[in-house]
């Protein structure tokens, strides 16, 4: 199952988890049953950015979320692996770069390819932390335990 498209202009789309989660909280929610909210709305005068808005985005916030923040930090890890192999552009700076480089003097400074190393796995594992924060906090299924 893909869970990102990426056509040719380049953007990232996230349409598998989005598509997917709310097919599985209309299910939940009961959409066919009279009486529930997002039936009300489906048959009142409410045009589609009420319904998305108020019913299917908050129950798909926190999944998007975090499939953004994976998606944010595998890209940093690929840029950088790309860079270290020689494969980016050779006048942009980059971690990967960086630890490309100081690899040839590994034994003389060890600093050069350690701090950007480092700076690759602080900023990937922050992007990650803040994700999974963002997911406890705004997913309805972990505030009802």
């Avoid at 789309?13 to 709310?22: A, D, E, F, T």
């Avoid at 940093?76 to 006048?91: H, Y």
């Avoid at 950007?116 to 796995?121: K, N, T, Y």
Wanted: aromatic share 4%; net charge neutral.
């Amino acid at each position: 199952m893909a869970h990102a498209i990426a056509p040719a202009s380049g953007e990232l789309m996230l349409s598998s988890p989005s598509r997917g989660n709310i097919s599985d909280k209309a299910g939940e929610q009961g959409v066919t049953t009279a009486g529930t909210p997002l039936a009300i709305a489906s048959t009142s005068d409410a045009g589609w950015q009420t319904r998305i808005g108020s019913f299917s985005l908050p129950n798909c916030s926190a999944s998007l979320i975090v499939t953004s923040s994976v998606k944010v930090a595998t890209a940093i890890l690929t840029e950088s692996a790309l860079a270290f192999l020689g494969l980016g552009d050779p006048n942009v700076i980059s971690w990967g770069y960086m630890v490309g480089v100081g690899r040839t003097v590994l034994r003389v400074a060890w600093w050069m390819p350690a701090i950007p190393g480092i700076a690759i796995l602080l900023t990937v594992l922050c992007i990650n932390l803040v994700g999974e924060g963002l997911n406890e906090a705004l997913n309805p299924r972990l505030q009802r335990r």
